[in-house]
């Protein structure tokens, strides 16, 4: 992995030698130049300096026993779970869509299933090396001089910079996954509406439909009029 770090520098260089000579502090604002985006929000058009960090999506190391896995900034969580999988590991948010980067779920709050234990992707950074607008790169760890930006980078979506390297927590994976249902003996189904269906003894409860209305069997208040909302907080379906 030492030629994979060294090829990093490279490109860092690169890239630095690219913003600085397209000039930094320039009136126009910057943004990344990519191909793809999973921004929910549209972005305002306008004149923009483009940095194009397409060349920063390679794995450059991966420590099994201290879990963690070394990687670029413009990597996809499809390419970095492809690395890592042989490796019996994942990191240990693996955010859904294939195309997310690891620098856009870092700088925009990532989530995922695991995220019940593990917390948000930006929770599982160990630490990260920003590359800041006047071209230099600073390396942000919890409790460094960039501790501050360490903090401060989750939900900046690129306001204070660009991600270049990462180090994320890893964990073990298995090759399947395991699930333990349990049987409950006091189902608590509601309605959309809250109304608790009516347990029916033997057969599930069927409602009658008409054209404006539903009605439950046995609970004549539990019907729902073509009138009524179906956005009650109060709804548990099973
Ligand atoms: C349909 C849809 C489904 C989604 N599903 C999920 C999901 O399952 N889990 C989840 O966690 N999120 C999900 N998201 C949200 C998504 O993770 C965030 O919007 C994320 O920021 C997108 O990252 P991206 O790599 O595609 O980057 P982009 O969309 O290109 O950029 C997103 C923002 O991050 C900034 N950014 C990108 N790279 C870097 C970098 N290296 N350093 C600093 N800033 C950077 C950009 O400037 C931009 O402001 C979903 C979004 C959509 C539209």
């Known amino acids: 992995m030492d030629a994979e770090r060294a090829a990093h520098q490279a490109r860092l260089a690169r890239v630095v030698a690219s913003l600085r000579g397209d000039g930094a502090g320039h009136a126009a604002p910057l943004g990344l130049s990519k191909r793809t985006s999973n921004l929910f929000r549209d972005r305002a058009a306008g004149p923009k ?12 190391g991966i420590d099994l026993a201290a879990g963690w896995v070394d990687v670029e900034g413009s990597i996809r969580y499809e390419s970095l779970v492809d ?4 490796h019996g590991v994942m990191p240990a948010v ?23 234990r593990q917390g948000l992707v930006h929770d599982t950074l160990l630490d990260f090396e920003v590359l800041l607008p006047d071209g230099s790169v600073v390396a942000c760890a919890p409790g460094n001089a960039h501790g501050d930006l360490f903090f401060g980078f989750p939900n900046s979506y690129g306001t204070l910079g660009y991600a270049v390297r990462l180090r994320l927590k890893t964990i073990p994976v298995r090759p399947w996954p395991s699930s333990a249902p349990s049987r409950s003996r006091t189902p608590r189904c509601t309605t959309p509406t809250g109304l608790r269906l009516p347990r029916s003894s033997g057969t599930a409860a069927t409602p009658t439909r008409t054209a404006s209305s539903t009605t439950w069997p046995g609970n004549a208040k539990a019907t729902r009029t073509s009138s009524m909302a179906w956005s009650s907080p109060a709804r548990t379906w099973c």
Do not use: W
């Open 49 to 60: 300096r483009r940095l194009d960090l397409g060349e920063f999506t390679h794995v450059l």
């Open 83 to 86: 690395a890592t999988l042989p």
């Open 94 to 116: 693996v955010p859904q869509l294939k195309t997310i980067t690891v620098g856009g779920a870092a700088a925009g709050v990532g989530i995922e299933a695991t995220s019940f």
